[in-house]
């Protein structure tokens, strides 16, 4: 099932729902959780990204990985030099800690983010974590980043 769902999220970005209202190129520093808290570049429709990402999978316990990943955005809104846009992404996790410590990770993610004031933006979404050894997760990913474009 979790490969089922993996394989759906990478055909949902294809390019079917490419959209020409996301022609520029853009850089966020994204400051919690969603896509990671790092950086993240987008060219046109695709993005990438790298930085650390924690998640509780059980109440209270943390685990934390570094991520990277790439990001296909579409269905923009609004009229704004950044438009707010739904995406869907796939990356790569290496666990830090817990019970993912030295482990790989997919992580497969869809949301939405929204464009609330020039370049600050907010994003809502879950991301699926499937690691060998471990139960296929899913979880929500709030995010908060600043981008500009460039």
Do not use: C
Request: proline fraction near 4%.
């Amino acid at each position: 099932m979790k490969h089922l769902i993996s394989a759906f999220l990478l055909l949902a970005s294809g390019t079917a729902f490419a959209q020409s209202d996301l022609k520029q190129n853009e850089l966020s520093i994204n400051g919690f959780r969603n896509p990671s808290i790092g950086f993240e570049y987008r060219h046109n429709q695709y993005s990438a990204n790298v930085g650390y990402y924690t998640t509780a999978f059980k109440r209270g316990e943390f685990s934390n990985f570094v991520k990277v990943g790439y990001t296909f955005w579409f269905f923009p809104s609004g009229n704004g030099p950044i438009p707010s846009s739904f995406y869907a992404g796939s990356s790569y996790m290496r666990g830090l800690n817990r019970n993912y410590e030295g482990k790989n990770a997919l992580g497969t993610e869809v949301g939405y983010r929204w464009v609330v004031w020039k370049g600050l933006n907010l994003r809502i979404g879950a991301i699926g974590v499937s690691a060998k050894g471990q139960s296929f997760k899913v979880n929500p990913t709030p995010g908060i980043s600043y981008s500009i474009t460039l």
